[in-house]
């Protein structure tokens, strides 16, 4: 499969990274010794009971200038071609 580097609209360079941010909610059983059933002597945040994703966001972010974009114009940005792209920004 040959590789396509996509350039930044904004400013042409090519340090482009889809990122994706997600905030969770990590729930722990009370329980006689160290909370979370799966702490029996000390409490280690990593073994908890529940986790429940409260948000999420995936983007498109140039490393240079740190204008990020959202996916959805990400995918219609890779079906055209580059000079589209830059006139939609201008």
């Known amino acids: ?6 350039a930044c609209p904004i400013c042409k ?4 990274y889809l990122k994706h941010e ?12 160290a909370p979370g ?13 529940r986790r429940d994703q409260t948000s999420s966001c995936e983007y498109v972010e140039c490393d240079n200038c740190k ?3 959202t996916t959805d114009l990400l995918y ?3 079906n055209t071609d580059h000079n589209d ?4 920004f201008k």
């Open 13 to 16: 360079s090519n340090h482009m």
């Open 76 to 78: 219609g940005a890779l």
């Open 37 to 49: 059933m799966k702490n029996t002597e000390i409490f280690s945040p990593f073994l908890y009971d």
């Open 67 to 69: 204008t990020r974009f």
């Open 1 to 6: 499969m040959k590789s396509k580097v996509t």
């Open 22 to 33: 997600a905030s969770y909610v990590y729930s722990y059983v009370l329980d006689s010794d």
């Open 85 to 88: 792209i830059s006139d939609r």
